[in-house]
Nanobody, 123 residues
Framework: QVQLVESGGGLVQAGGSLRLSCAASGRTFSSYSMGWFRQAPGQEREFVAAISGSGGSTYYADSVKGRFTISRDNAKNTVYLQMNSLKPEDTAVYYC????????????????WGQGTQVTVSS
């Protein structure tokens, strides 16, 4: 069982930055690939970024590549999403999730989810 708690969301102006954190419970954190997803009102939850258990591989949606960076600290059981050059279209609830598979792009592959944190980017 893994429990995930996101933090770091908020209101920011376009062009600004935020760093999201996701703290995980459990002693097997490094066994899980971790992903960030987001869901805007009226839209499906979409993949944003993912990172392998060791942190050696990262994956990004085209819409955030070059602006967002995912990282993890296995000693702290925490995964991060650094978001720079934010745009109004980045506004959404951001969720972190954990999977034991290597299929990190599909949300159905993730077994554990956090409750989400709101990110609002004003123009």
């Amino acid at each position: 069982q893994v429990q995930l708690v996101e933090s770091g969301g908020g209101l920011v102006q376009a062009g600004g930055s935020l760093r999201l954190s996701c703290a995980a419970s459990g002693r097997t954190f490094s066994s899980y690939s971790m992903g960030w997803f987001r869901q805007a009102p009226g839209q499906e939850r979409e993949f944003v970024a993912a990172i392998s258990g060791s942190g050696g591989s990262t994956y990004y949606a085209d819409s955030v590549k070059g602006r967002f960076t995912i990282s993890r600290d296995n000693a702290k059981n925490t995964v991060y999403l650094q978001m720079n050059s934010l745009k109004p279209e980045d506004t959404a609830v951001y969720y972190c999730a954990a999977t034991l598979t290597l299929a990190v792009y599909g949300r159905s592959n993730y077994r554990y989810w956090g409750q989400g944190t709101q990110v609002t980017v004003s123009s």
